[in-house]
Nanobody
Framework: QVQLVEFGGGLVQAGGSLRLSCAAS????????MGWFRQAPGKEREFVAV????????LYADSVKGRFTISRDNAKNTGYLQMNSLKPEDTALYYC?????????????????WGQGTQVTVSS
C-alpha cells in the first residue's frame, strides 16, 4: 500500500508558477513510477507527466511540454510538479499516482495508487 497526499495547489494568474508536491508513505516510494494527472470540470482525467523510479526518465503530455517539470526526491518520499507559464486551460484538480509496473505509461488504468488531488486555478 502507498498513501499519497498532494500539496501546493492554489489560485494563480496566467503566466504565473506553482509547484505541486506529492508526499508518499507506506511501501518504498522509490520502487514506483510516479505520475501526475489532472481533471477539469466536465472533462475526463488526463495524463500530465510521469517520471521513472530514479528520476532519470520522464514523459510529458504535449499540452504541458516545455512548461511543466516533473521530478522526485526518493530520500524524502516526495514527488514534484513544477508548473510555469500557467494558462487558464491548466485549471483542474491535479492528482499524483504511482505504478509498480515499469514503463512511462500515460494511461490512468496503469496506476495503482492515487492521491485525493489538489486544486489549481489559473485566472486570465
Amino acid at each position: 500500500q502507498v498513501q499519497l497526499v498532494e500539496f501546493g495547489g492554489g489560485l494563480v494568474q496566467a503566466g504565473g508558477s506553482l509547484r505541486l508536491s506529492c508526499a508518499a508513505s507506506g511501501r518504498s516510494f522509490g520502487s514506483y513510477y510516479m505520475g501526475w494527472f489532472r481533471q477539469a470540470p466536465g472533462k475526463e482525467r488526463e495524463f500530465v507527466a510521469v517520471v521513472s523510479r530514479t528520476g532519470a526518465d520522464t514523459l510529458y503530455a504535449d499540452s504541458v511540454k516545455g512548461r511543466f517539470t516533473i521530478s522526485r526526491d526518493n530520500a524524502k518520499n516526495t514527488g514534484y510538479l513544477q508548473m510555469n507559464s500557467l494558462k487558464p486551460e491548466d485549471t483542474a484538480l491535479y492528482y499524483c499516482a504511482t505504478k509498480a509496473r515499469s514503463g512511462l505509461g500515460s494511461g490512468s488504468g496503469e496506476y495503482d495508487y492515487w492521491g485525493q488531488g489538489t486544486q489549481v486555478t489559473v485566472s486570465s
